[in-house]
């Protein structure tokens, strides 16, 4: 992946300059605290989201349902302790 960080002002309007050739285009915007993402694709703002937050509660309950078919409660509750526990080791 290659990155690149560009410096821009904004303006006494609160505009930022991005590009013309995104002239006349539609962009998707994604601003956390003092964070803003944009794209110029819903699916690549939502990629790039994924990346830095991780699965969404939902999302990973669904990977859970395709992993397991129709499970248990027990089932379930004991997949979503390990998946826990896997998570929280990265971070230790």
């Known amino acids: 992946m290659n990155v690149?960080?560009?410096?821009?002002?904004?303006d006494s309007k609160g505009r930022v300059y991005l590009s013309?050739?995104?002239?006349?285009?539609?962009?998707?915007?994604?601003k956390e605290d003092d964070l803003l993402l944009v794209a110029t694709?819903?699916?690549?703002?939502?990629?790039?989201?994924?990346?830095?937050?991780?699965?969404?509660?939902?999302?990973?309950y669904l990977d859970l349902l395709a992993e397991l078919g129709e499970p248990t409660p027990e089932?379930?509750?004991r997949l979503a302790r390990?998946?826990?526990?896997?998570?929280?080791?990265e971070y230790l």
């Open 20 to 30: 013309s050739s995104l002239k006349g285009k539609t962009v998707y915007l994604v």
């Open 82 to 89: 390990e998946r826990t526990w896997k998570k929280l080791k």
């Open 4 to 10: 690149t960080i560009e410096t821009r002002r904004v």
């Open 41 to 60: 694709s819903r699916e690549r703002l939502q990629e790039a989201v994924r990346k830095l937050y991780g699965k969404s509660t939902l999302e990973e």
């Open 75 to 77: 089932e379930v509750e």
